[in-house]
């Protein structure tokens, strides 16, 4: 699956990942209205609208970008029907050959980490039988537990040629809080950044590992640092546009080849048409709203590389 | 709830927590056919099976205990199916009086724990109206991201009188990879813990902090030293029996006043009748078995308190 990305990456030339992170408030009344009346102001409702407004940008957007991002949370927030919602999302991206990185940030002792890992990415047996729960191509991971935590994930991307993004250095105003403390003079997150990079190691797609990480764009010194430990591995870059991080802070990420990251947005695109910029579209076309903040974005990207 | 949690325990004279984190291969063949004759051998068929061997072990443990953690990852593997086996757990075992601790082990930045917290502590708006999603009383949280991953937890516990038990020291083997690097000299899980001492006292219960830890059974040095750190924070144990951890062990999680911790053990009880000691009740009263094994778990921590 890593081979696939980084080939959509190349032939629709953006390094770029759209995270599919609805709120309620993103969408427009008409769709919000539609789904309410028939569902009602209940959470299947709330669902409905969500699903009717991604389907609206994935539609705008498929063919410009490689990936999407769902944040699950976004979703589960809803309950059952958020998550039935989240699955829909999944599938649909799927069908547009769209790469879909869940973004669910989960992570366990190992028994544990290995129901996460068959939900997610693998097959569960029933009986005779096996199936796909939410069947993403990559999730993103949490590092705290170490590797008897992060192995059980591993296991299933050797089967199932899928990938993940383990959290390295994330791009929250506190993130340094535990992640930037000093061990032997070096913070944490060059640790965990040298660790991915030995358990990507074992499992290689053509260039680069089924093992990437998460390093914010917010803190691109520190990217500059991890790209360095991390030769191997995708970093999926949070922290574009809403959350402050530009352009030109981005290409420490990258490696010589113009490879190796994956710069995600999802307020900025998904939300566009409430942002300035984009407002002439207006509410109801809030879709090639996206469409032009991804292309904008795109180009953005381009332009520094 | 962290008052109610006190209660339970206190009039229950058990600060057992029973994991209800059921694997397809603990399930009873009965229950299984039962479930694959009623919906085939598919996610459905898996969930209801995993539903009813809960349902018989609530039913048979529920007076004993004064909370269950039901570990979503085992119910999350089964995708959709899975998710709402899940929520009828968590509302059945509400139902009977008992705590629900969800062990969810979710973190992010602060607007996505902001939707995790709606959606497994609090309500989500739908127009003029608000839901709970899944609406576990307590529920565990990954501290990787600093304070402002943790503070939409910690608002939504207050909001709802709810709690959470941060990871500090987790019962793994590898839990030392990171979690035990030293900074100025002190590992990094007491760094966490000073944080969770620091973040509980600004909600507090009448004697604990709806702030809460988690500190495996199975490191008992290290839980000494936390448990002075965190002198008002409820340490919920897992590692016990199955893990390794022992009741003499989990002494030190104890404060004076005999409270302060709750002791997990998920497969000790739920596959008691797969354990030697218990294989006399057979597969057919695995909810005997698993009554007797709470019952034994209890009186064996009562025995060193």
């Known amino acids: ?57 994935i539609d705008a957007i498929y063919d410009l970008v490689p990936a999407v991002k769902p944040q699950i949370a976004m979703y589960e927030q809803f309950g059952i029907p ?6 829909k999302t999944v599938d649909y991206c799927k069908e547009k050959g769209l790469v879909v990185i869940g973004d669910i940030k ?15 990415l693998g097959k569960v047996a029933v009986g005779s039988k096996s199936y796909y729960g939410f069947d993403e191509d990559f999730i ?11 192995k059980p994930f591993i296991d299933v991307c050797k089967e ?54 998460v390093v914010g764009a917010t803190y691109p010194e520190m990217g500059k640092v991890l790209r360095k430990i991390m030769p191997k591995s995708y970093i999926l870059v949070p922290g574009y546009g809403a959350q402050g991080g530009t352009a030109k802070d981005l290409v420490p990420y990258f490696n010589e080849d113009g490879l190796g990251a994956i710069v995600n947005s999802s307020r ?4 566009a048409y409430k ?31």
């Open 1 to 57: 699956m890593i081979n696939k990305l980084i080939a959509g990456i190349q032939k629709k030339n953006a390094p770029v990942v759209v995270g599919l992170d609805p709120m309620l408030n993103y969408v427009p009344g008409k769709i919000k209205d539609a789904a309410f009346e028939e569902f009602g102001e209940t959470l299947e409702g709330a669902a409905e609208a969500i699903w009717q407004f991604n389907k609206g940008i």
């Open 82 to 87: 958020g998550m039935v919602a989240f699955k």
């Open 106 to 120: 989960r992570g366990d002792i190992g028994s544990t980490s290995a129901a996460y890992a068959a939900g997610h």
């Open 140 to 150: 993103t991971v949490n590092p705290y537990f170490g590797i008897d935590g992060v």
């Open 160 to 213: 199932e040629k899928k990938g993940i993004f383990l959290l390295v250095k994330t791009s929250n105003p506190s993130s340094g809080e535990f992640q930037d403390q000093k061990i032997d003079g070096k913070p944490l997150y060059e640790l965990v950044g040298r660790k991915v990079a030995e358990w990507g190691e074992e499992c290689m797609g053509d260039a680069y590992s089924y093992v990437g990480c």
């Open 268 to 271: 900025g695109i998904i939300a």
């Open 275 to 305: 942002n300035d910029t984009y407002a002439k579209f207006g509410e109801e076309n809030y879709a090639e709203a996206s469409r032009k903040a991804a292309e904008d974005m795109i180009a953005d990207i381009r332009g520094c590389l």
